[in-house]
């Protein structure tokens, strides 16, 4: 049976995990930066860890719990939030990186709600081999931020 503290230990861990690649997207002025990559990392993990919860709660017969349903709210939730950080900027799509890093960070939360530990861990340094390591051979075509919002 899940409990509360597990659910927030795992939150907490999604959190953590989610740090590095927050803030690579951060220190390159992207449009979802350390903040946004920590609250879909903690977001995801708390819906998945309810979703667990509920399953364990309701006992049935009758009710069509599945934590699957859950997991496919997260991607279409994040699916929208990636979807507002894509810009066209004279014929060059940008924003594709970060929409990719956003549900790449809710997996990893949906990991670590699910109590799947190795598999968060691993995501975050997939991720961040993704992100940093790989940016370094082949960086980015353009590096200037999108136009701030007035």
Same mark, same amino acid.
């Given at each position: 049976?899940?409990?509360? $503290? ?8 999604? &959190?953590?995990?989610? &740090? ?12 979802? !930066?350390?903040?946004? =990559? ?20 309701? +006992?049935?017969? =009758?009710?069509?719990? +599945? *934590? ?13 939030? $990636? ?13 594709? %990186? %970060? ?5 790449? #960070?809710?997996?990893? !939360? #949906? ?18 081999? &993704?992100?940093?390591?790989? =940016? ?11 136009? *701030?919002?007035?």
């Amino acid at each position: 049976m899940e409990t509360d $503290g597990v659910l927030l230990l795992r939150t907490a861990l999604a &959190v953590v995990l989610a &740090v590095p690649v927050g803030w690579d997207r951060e220190r390159r002025a992207r449009p979802a !930066g350390l903040r946004t =990559h920590l609250l879909v990392a903690a977001s995801a993990a708390a819906f998945s860890g309810i979703a667990l919860i509920l399953t364990d709660v309701v +006992d049935d017969s =009758h009710a069509r719990l +599945d *934590p699957i349903r859950a997991i496919e709210a997260i991607v279409a939730g994040i699916g929208f939030l $990636g979807a507002g950080t894509i810009f066209i900027s004279r014929d060059k799509v940008i924003g594709l %990186t %970060t929409a990719a890093s956003l549900l790449a #960070t809710a997996a990893l !939360g #949906t990991a670590a709600g699910m109590g799947r530990y190795l598999l968060a861990i691993g995501l975050a340094v997939l991720i961040i081999i &993704v992100l940093a390591v790989l =940016h370094l051979l082949a960086p980015d075509p353009v590096e200037e931020p999108p136009p *701030p919002e007035e």
